[in-house]
């Protein structure tokens, strides 16, 4: 996979692709990241990639002809174009697994007021990381750019990101490390029985009751396993224990 991200602060992914799994990731060659610096293709002489919005008010809107220039200096066929914005379709990680199969993806990164409504004709989909606007789009196409690469082949153990939370449309369950006790607190008997059959039912069980109370939303939708049903069964049973316990 190729990741391209045009923004006017290529220095703000230093550190990103520096560091860590996404390092290794980009060392091994399992991913390739560059970053255009759209100021370099503006036809500006103060080398200005703004101006002032059209009928008045605050701020500056990024103009048209520098990020389109710079889009088209990368972009192929088999280039997906990706707008940050606060007005785009919440990131998740369903999202996440789609764009993990691009061959090529480019991340528009805006800054003042936002973009000029005509570079949307460019793009292909816009894509938000939640309801609240950041002062440019570099941290959310930094979010966007982990979620996915950390899906590509090799990059991680396939197991790890296959138990994480949303994967399977359930939060993940509770994980505990040694030591087994501490500060009266105490690991689940269970995770240490050494029965594999248990674990995974105690986690499965785990993982529903922390959705269930978390984000119940995530359940609206959700086609039960038998299994799951059953589960389900149990953690009423046992809430409405505690109630009348309590």
């Known amino acids: 996979m190729k990741i391209t991200v045009i923004t006017i602060f290529p220095e703000f992914f230093d550190s990103f692709t520096t560091t860590s799994i996404i390092k290794r990731a980009i060392d091994s060659g399992k991913v390739e990241f560059e970053t255009i610096d759209f100021r370099d293709f503006t036809l500006d002489r103060h080398r200005h990639v703004d101006d002032t919005p059209y009928g008045g008010g605050q701020g500056m809107v990024l103009a048209p002809q520098p990020i389109t220039d710079a889009l088209r200096s990368v972009r192929t066929p088999r280039s997906h174009v990706v707008m940050m914005t ?6 998740n990680q369903r999202q996440a697994l789609r764009l ?6 480019i ?4 800054h003042y007021e936002g973009f000029d409504e005509r ?3 460019y793009v292909d989909e816009e894509i938000s990381i939640g309801d609240y606007v950041l002062t440019g789009g570099e941290p959310a196409a930094m979010v966007v750019c982990d ?3 950390r899906l590509q082949e090799g990059v991680i153990l396939e197991q790890s990101h296959a138990d994480d939370s949303f994967s399977d449309g359930l939060l993940e369950y509770p994980q505990y490390t040694k030591p087994a006790q501490f500060e009266g607190m105490a690991v689940p008997e269970v995770l240490l029985s050494g029965h594999h059959a248990n674990i995974r039912r105690w986690r499965l069980k785990q993982s529903l009751l922390r959705t269930l109370q978390r984000r119940p939303d995530l359940l609206e939708e959700r086609e039960f396993t038998e299994e799951e049903l059953k589960l389900l069964e149990e953690l009423c049973l046992e809430r409405s224990k505690n109630i009348c316990d309590e």
């Open 119 to 121: 570079i949307r004709a």
């Open 100 to 105: 993990a199969h691009q061959d090529h993806l």
């Open 107 to 110: 991340f528009l990164c805006g």
């Open 147 to 149: 979620a996915i690469i």
């Open 86 to 91: 606060p007005q785009g379709k919440t990131f």
